[in-house]
């Protein structure tokens, strides 16, 4: 089994890039990681699995699996040592208790009452915790991610494209003369527009695609491994696809600006920049239309 994720490793990597590598994907799991410590046996494609995140993580592979555990960080340069320590702990553990002592529990004990890293150890059950995280992701109204998680997923995918030349490209969206609907219709009718805009992006967009409700009445989509010309044909589809009918017969529509990498995207903020300024000419110049940034070029070499 290969590992089904490209893993680049970043030198400043982020409490955001932790989640998305130990939560987000899922593939260190707390039941992984406990087969690795021998709470049960390995398959040989979790092996396989395993082997190949610690060649792509690196010294990072210690690291995941402490947070795994814990949802704390340690650096690379304690984690394996520490790792090892616990396992060594949970060795002897299950040799006085005459019984299989399972991994988290030799690393609350080791970490908690021996070194001391963790004095307010809290048991959280893992799908509770998974859902605590969900949530805190989610916009209440329209059930897209939200605003921090757009911008956590936008650096990650850009800092991806600047290392690795992965496209990628950002969709915005400002839904047109919003204010006019909440003022003629309240703002119950304007929620409802939302959330149905919300729904419809979730179900028009594809698997990979990450949909965030960006702002008040403003939506973005992130589109991995997507440059631009297949950027702006999802973005006419969306543009025909979000209009939303009003209990008088009008219809709500939206604006899109749409920006790709390229050479001179440097950060996550240069491409919201373009994208933002595409929306912005769009709405001046008569909304309900698409403009994609013309500013595209050649992207960087992989690996520069």
Known sequence: MTVPYDLPQFADEADADRRWWILGLGALSLDLV????????????????LDGL?????????SDILYAITHRYFSPDDA?????????????LSGTLGRNVRIVVAALDYLSNITAHMDSATLVDEEHLDGIVELSLRDGLTDLFNHTYFYQQIDFEVRRYV???????LVLID??????VNDTFGHRQGDMIL???????????????????????????ILPMTDVTEAGA????????LAERLPDGRVVTVSIGVASCGTKTGTSRDLVERADAALYQ????????????AGVDAGPEAGG
């Open 54 to 62: 610690e060649q792509s993580r690196g010294p990072s592979y210690y």
């Open 34 to 49: 406990s087969a690795l410590a021998g709470d049960r046996p390995l398959s040989a494609a979790e092996k396989d699995l």
């Open 234 to 241: 999802i973005a006419v589809r969306l543009n025909r696809e």
């Open 282 to 293: 769009v709405k001046r110049s008569g909304k309900n239309r698409v403009l994609v940034d």
């Open 175 to 180: 839904i047109d003369d919003f204010k006019a």
């Open 195 to 221: 959330a149905a805009m919300g729904r419809k992006l979730m179900s028009v967009s594809r698997e990979a695609d990450v949909c965030c409700r960006y702002g008040g009445e403003e939506f973005a989509v």
């Open 163 to 169: 290392r690795y030349g992965t496209p990628v490209s």
């Open 80 to 92: 394996e040592d520490h790792w090892r320590a616990i396992l060594h702990h949970k060795f002897e």
